[in-house]
Each structure stands twice: as structure tokens, then as C-alpha cells.
């Protein structure tokens, strides 16, 4: 089965703080998601990343930036975490080309700026 | 801009009931349309997909109807069951393109026993 795993379930931070989020697969897919979910808006595409050190901005890329430099891993990076970034955070991923139609997902980061 | 419109936001259905869930979508070179289920503390999971050359395809007790010329599918539950309860996406993607998955504003489907 396709593993998708994030570094953390839960995480409190302060405004301004800097803040990681780290996404690991482990089926060797070439393409990596971020979303966030809020309620009634469903999941918005934050950025996401289609080979190693390639990415590109979905949606909603203001405030964060990413970083892909192994195949497996994809990280989120809130460079001064805003009250406004409270949120779910999922990471998601898929083979490439026509395989690529079904996204796995990890199990979620929900944070929380105070 | 949504692309896929999902509709109801929330969903109470008594237990041996049919739940619906509807969803339209504006852009034509939509290929794939995937249902996703999510249990709370869960990511996403696939749970059913069409393509638009089929009007309905069933798994077990979950059926996607789709209509092509008035670009709505949907998602019928039958004999829903309390274990059905979570929350369920539809979205639309053009097969290849990683980036072209749409994703609808989700259903909160409660099943009550």
C-alpha cells in the first residue's frame, strides 16, 4: 500500500514563527501536493511538485513556499506563520502521467497560529 | 474560481437510506471524476471514480451517475450505513496533467443509526 506520512498530527505556533511541515512517500511518485482544508471550501491547492527541485504554485501560494529536494520528501514552509494560516494541511501524491489520476494522502497536519 | 460545485454542504440520512451528493463541473476537458471519502483524523481516500464515456458505474452499495451533457454527476449511497459517516469530495481532473485535479467543496454526510 502507498504510504503518505506527515511529520506532525498537531502543531501549535506563534505568529511570526517559521514553520515546517514535512511529507514523506514511499512509492517512489514523481508527483508531490500541498493542499490546506477549511471548512466549506473544500481542499485548495497550495503548491505542488512534478520532479525533484521542480514546483509549482497552485491556488493559494501566498505566505508559503515549498522545497523538494529528494524525490520522496516535500516540504511546506510558512516563512511568518499568520493567525490566518490556522488550518488542515494535507500532502498528497501521485505517479506521473495518465497513472497519476488518484492522489494518496497523508493523514493531516491541523495547525494552529495563536 | 470553482470549478466543481458540490452540493449539499451537509448530509443527515437515516440509517437504510439513500444518500445524494451532486456536483457540477464548467470545464469540458475534465476526463476523470473521483469521489474521495474522509473519515475525521483521516486523509482523503479514493473511493469510486468515472470517466465520462459511461453513465453509471457501481461498487457495491456506492453508485456515480453521470451526465455528460449537463455536466452534473453524482453519488448515490445505498443502504447507508452508520460507518458511512465522513465527509466526501468529488473532484474533476484532465488525465496526465498532475496539476488539473479539482476538488468540490465537500459533503459531510452523517448517517443516523
Redesign the interface.
Known amino acids: 500500500d502507498v504510504k503518505?506520512t506527515q511529520s506532525s498530527r498537531y502543531l501549535v505556533k506563534r505568529t511570526g514563527e517559521k514553520v515546517f511541515l514535512e511529507c514523506v512517500q514511499d512509492m517512489d511518485h514523481?508527483?508531490m501536493?500541498w493542499y490546506r482544508q477549511d471548512p466549506?471550501?473544500?481542499?485548495?491547492?497550495i503548491y505542488?511538485s512534478?520532479d525533484v527541485k521542480m514546483k509549482?504554485k497552485?491556488d493559494i501560494p501566498e505566505g508559503y513556499s515549498v522545497s523538494r529536494e529528494k524525490k520522496e520528501r516535500f516540504s511546506l514552509i510558512l516563512e511568518s506563520a499568520s493567525t490566518n494560516q490556522t488550518s488542515m494541511y494535507?500532502c498528497?501524491s501521485?505517479a506521473?502521467?495518465?497513472r497519476?489520476?488518484?492522489?494518496f494522502?497523508?493523514?493531516?497536519t491541523r495547525l494552529t497560529v495563536l | 474560481q470553482q470549478q466543481v460545485k458540490?452540493s449539499p454542504?451537509s448530509l443527515i440520512v437515516q440509517k437504510g437510506g439513500i444518500s445524494i451528493i451532486n456536483c457540477a463541473y464548467e470545464n469540458t476537458a475534465f476526463d476523470?471524476f473521483?469521489w474521495y471519502q474522509q473519515f475525521p483524523?483521516?486523509?482523503?481516500?479514493?473511493l469510486i471514480?468515472i470517466r465520462p464515456d459511461v453513465s453509471e458505474k457501481k461498487e457495491g452499495r456506492f453508485t456515480i451517475s453521470f451526465n455528460k451533457s449537463a455536466k452534473q454527476f453524482s453519488l448515490h449511497i445505498m443502504d447507508s450505513q452508520p460507518g458511512d459517516s465522513a465527509t466526501y469530495?468529488c473532484a474533476a481532473?484532465i488525465?496526465?496533467s498532475?496539476?488539473q485535479?479539482t476538488?468540490?467543496?465537500?459533503t459531510q454526510l452523517t448517517v443516523l443509526p
Do not use: C, D, M
Not at chain 2, 476538488?103 to 465537500?106: A, C, L, M, P
Open positions: 503518505v514523481e508527483n501536493f466549506g471550501l473544500g481542499l485548495r491547492l505542488f512534478y509549482e497552485g494535507l498528497a501521485t506521473g502521467g495518465i497519476g489520476n488518484e492522489q494522502f497523508g493523514p493531516g | 458540490q454542504q476523470y473521483p483524523g483521516k486523509g482523503p481516500a479514493l471514480a469530495f481532473i488525465s496526465g498532475a496539476r485535479l476538488f468540490g467543496s465537500g
